[in-house]
């Protein structure tokens, strides 16, 4: 089923009251997906790399697990959402430490030149207009900055696998909107970054 983008900030805001989002990826009982979140995490936040007196802009702080991480790690951190129940459940996890603010990354109402990284986890694939986003994602960085981000990929097996079983299940609302190759991925970063690495984290184990 299709959404409004005002109906997609409405199915967020019910998710982050209906699902333990962190109970069910980082910090899930289950070893297996504990692993497995936790791989792409320590890679992700590797290649962020923050830092004392670092400016950095999360967009789509979700539930807040990276956000408590880069606030621990001493760098000066803006998170946003478009759902304002997950801004309120990423200030709490994180325990302050940061400015947590509701946006969306595809119009954001940030200054330009403003941050010394971004990170995007997890964001591009269920936004209407992902180009849009790294877009402003390059707008709001200072030159040479840095943007870090993760997305599915479309050939991963286990994507594959979510397909079939939401086809299955039917679920109601498809997330996500988009699944690039990475082909689709480097050419629309080009279009404003220098892409300088790529890579997998995990695919059936991580």
Request: hydrophobic share 40%; aromatic share 10%.
């Amino acid at each position: 089923m299709g959404l409004s983008e005002s109906g997609w900030v409405d199915y967020y805001n019910r998710k982050a009251d209906e699902l333990d989002e962190l109970a069910a990826t980082y910090e899930s009982p289950v070893p297996y997906r504990r692993a497995f979140y936790g791989e792409r995490f320590r890679r992700t936040l590797a290649l962020l790399d923050p830092r004392p007196g670092e400016r950095i802009l999360e967009l789509g702080c979700g539930s807040g697990y990276y956000s408590r991480a880069i606030v621990e790690r001493g760098a000066e951190l803006v998170a946003t959402d478009v759902a304002h129940r997950y801004v309120e459940q990423a200030r709490t996890y994180a325990g302050g430490g940061a400015d947590f603010v509701v946006e969306d990354a595809q119009r954001l109402s940030l200054p330009s030149a403003a941050f010394d990284k971004v990170l995007m986890a997890e964001v591009l694939e269920h936004l209407p207009r992902p180009a849009d986003a790294v877009g402003e994602a390059h707008r709001v960085l200072r030159d040479g900055g840095l943007l870090v981000l993760t997305t599915p990929s479309r050939f991963s097996p286990l994507n594959i696998a979510y397909a079939f079983k939401r086809r299955v299940r039917r679920y109601a609302v498809n997330e996500p909107v988009h699944e690039f190759t990475p082909s689709e991925l480097v050419e629309m970063l080009r279009s404003r970054f220098d892409v300088h690495r790529l890579e997998f984290a995990n695919f059936l184990l991580p």
